[in-house]
């Protein structure tokens, strides 16, 4: 459990990306808090412009994206986004590449 919220946690953006991107979660904060990993990533999102992408950069201490995270890209986008996994990183991380629609 952490004693950060995530309000005290730094944005993983600030702008609308009109390109494609990578977000970075895999920082000590991330490690300790899975919901602030899928609020960043739906963040993240939220930031990438139409007709690009976004790849979300999972800290492995959550283990495969698929058992926390796409279900929640689901919720929040529909058919709004896709999204892959690409791979996982030699550093343990995930990759998951979302396209916004």
């Not at 600030?14 to 970075?24: F, G, L």
């Not at 995270?69 to 996994?85: I, Q, R």
Request: aromatic share 6%; proline share 2%.
């Amino acid at each position: 459990m952490t004693s950060v919220t995530h309000d005290e946690v730094e944005s993983i953006t600030d702008r609308v990306h009109h390109n494609s991107w990578s977000a970075n979660l895999e920082k000590p904060q991330h490690a300790a808090d899975r919901e602030l990993v899928v609020a960043q990533a739906k963040d993240a999102v939220e930031h990438t412009a139409s007709d690009h992408h976004v790849n979300l950069v999972t800290h492995g201490d959550h283990g495969h994206p698929e058992t926390y995270l796409f279900a929640e890209l689901e919720a929040a986008f529909g058919n709004d986004a896709t999204w892959e996994y690409v791979e996982q990183c030699g550093c343990g991380g995930h990759v998951t590449r979302v396209h916004v629609q």
